[in-house]
């Protein structure tokens, strides 16, 4: 993966943040991080069958948590497809939903990877 595409998919700055905000604990940054990972691909199966489905309120929940949980763990693109679905959801609307939440899973799974690899190295 290019180096942009990289840092679009997880910017290790958030987890500098998370820390400082968690008062530096590295073992309880280490558990949010695994309950992140764990809980998204969760989360990303609702937004798709939300998506898929036509439930617009289904997809505005689902997306707007997962848009806070990415942007809080550095997943920057994530975060944003999130964003342009979860303002789909409040207009109640899905349409183009399919194909934003197709690209949130692919973002994820770029995160999910960075991610883990940050936190191994």
Excluded at 33 to 53: D, H, K, N, S, W
Excluded at 54 to 83: E, I, P, Y
Aim: net charge negative; with cysteine.
């Amino acid at each position: 993966m290019p180096q942009a595409e990289a840092n679009e998919a997880f910017d290790p700055k958030a987890l500098d943040n998370l820390l400082e905000v968690i008062g530096g604990d590295r073992e309880a940054l280490a558990e949010l991080v695994e309950c992140f990972l764990q809980e998204g691909p969760g989360l990303m199966a609702r937004i798709e069958t939300a998506a898929r489905a036509g439930d617009a309120d289904g997809l505005r929940l689902a997306a707007h948590t997962m848009k806070s949980s990415a942007a809080d763990f550095g997943a920057r693109s994530l975060s944003h497809l999130c964003r342009e679905m979860e303002a789909l959801g409040r207009e109640g609307r899905t349409d183009g939903a399919a194909a934003l939440s197709e690209a949130a899973a692919a973002s994820y799974q770029a995160a999910a990877a960075a991610l883990r690899g940050h936190m191994d190295g």
